[in-house]
């Protein structure tokens, strides 16, 4: 008997040439689409066929979108977490796709799983850790790394075998989920401008400003406009809506987990509104010190999660943490979205520490004119010390 294999499966080209190379080495090949979102009906079909016209002996889908949004995108917005403070960490699915491989291949009874990531970039490390943490007695398999094969070698390998591959597969790596969509190659690579046909979701269609409405209780996003809805159906919504506006789009050169430097363009308008309105609700329900740790804690939180450690102990910290400050961030936010930019224009929570009955801003308060000089004096007090001396 054949050994079996559980490969990862887009239908790309990565993938694409990975169930040739593993039934070339005498493997038959389970392909499985872990759906973290961007996938529609049409797609996932497309998918399935390109899966059985490459040879596979199965395909299976399995609809991952509320399982990213409620592990790991819930605990993104609580956080802020942007990596290095700009990227929204659009690649942690592939911890999903792990989880979901190792139950596949527990169902399949088998102890091989297989994914197209290459040797140069940040999915093999999200996804090896991820196997070698949850099931260390799985063997992985990786034909783009192990043989470091390029993308012309892989397009000339599958014509050559009959195998059509799109132009535009051909161009760029397009990768899409609930977060939106990254984009790299050609000359995005090349650190120039990406052209207007790289840009999937953030293309602008709207120009009169439209708003939106956020609830949040306890630091999740609840309904959107009033209506209640799933975390990860809000991010499709608001990737459509703020989208059309262009908002949400941006070039990242990153630092890598293997220590080079990458570049990559990105189109995440739900998720980064989302985080706009969640902060801004933060500023007015939590004081200033939780707000200075909590940016430090979200920082790290970014980091951990880019580079492949989101079942390190201090991610589940973290969580704990923001956890218990998020318990008052429950209110709406009302978002303007503009061509290329949004802004919370209202803020309504009953938490607030706004309190006009102690004081208003510029106005005056429960206190003195000469308390509040005095306070004045002695708070800089070391200041006026440090520049008179010699």
């Known amino acids: 008997m054949k050994k079996k294999v559980i490969l990862a499966f887009s239908g790309g080209l990565d993938t694409s040439f990975c169930v040739l190379h593993l039934m070339k080495n005498g493997f038959d090949v389970v392909t499985a689409t872990i759906d973290t979102g961007g996938l529609s009906n049409e797609d996932l079909t497309q998918i399935e066929a390109r899966s059985n016209e490459l040879g596979a002996v199965k395909h299976i889908h399995v609809d991952a979108k509320k399982d990213i949004f409620d592990e790991i995108i819930s605990h993104q917005i609580k956080a802020n977490g942007l990596y290095e403070g700009i990227y929204p960490n659009m690649c942690s699915d592939r911890y999903t796709i792990a989880k979901h491989l190792i139950r596949v291949a527990k169902k399949e009874n088998t102890g091989f799983v297989s994914h197209g990531c290459t040797g140069a970039g940040n999915d093999q490390v999200r996804i090896d850790v991820t196997l070698n943490t949850l099931a260390s007695d799985l063997k992985i398999i990786a034909p783009i790394r192990e043989l470091m094969i390029t993308r012309p070698e892989e397009i000339e390998y599958l014509e050559s075998n009959g195998f059509s591959v799109d132009n535009k597969v051909k161009r760029y790596t397009i990768n899409e989920n609930v977060f939106g969509v990254t984009v790299s190659g050609s000359e995005i690579d090349e650190g120039k401008e990406p052209a207007d046909e790289s840009w999937q979701i953030t293309r602008v ?186």
């Open 205 to 390: 269609t709207e120009k009169e400003p439209e708003y939106v409405t956020i609830e949040f209780n306890e630091g999740a996003p609840v309904s959107l406009n009033g209506k209640k809805m799933h975390g990860s159906d809000i991010m499709v919504e608001l990737n459509k809506t703020a989208g059309a506006h262009g908002y949400g789009r941006g070039i990242y050169y990153e630092d890598e987990t293997i220590g080079i430097k990458g570049i990559q363009a990105f189109e995440a308008p739900g998720l980064l509104l989302l985080i706009e309105a969640h902060k801004a609700l933060e500023k007015a329900v939590l004081t200033k010190r939780q707000q200075k740790m909590k940016a430090f804690l979200g920082n790290e939180w970014a980091d951990l999660v880019f580079n492949g450690l989101f079942y390190e102990p201090l991610v589940n910290d973290i969580h704990a943490f923001n956890d218990a400050n998020q318990k008052v961030v429950t209110g709406t936010v009302r978002m303007k979205i503009e061509e290329k930019s949004v802004m919370p224009c209202e803020i309504q929570t009953e938490y607030s520490l706004i309190d006009e009955k102690i004081g208003s801003y510029a106005q005056g308060g429960t206190w003195e004119g000469k308390e509040a000089e005095a306070f004045i004096k002695f708070h800089g007090m070391q200041q006026r010390i440090a520049f008179n001396r010699k």
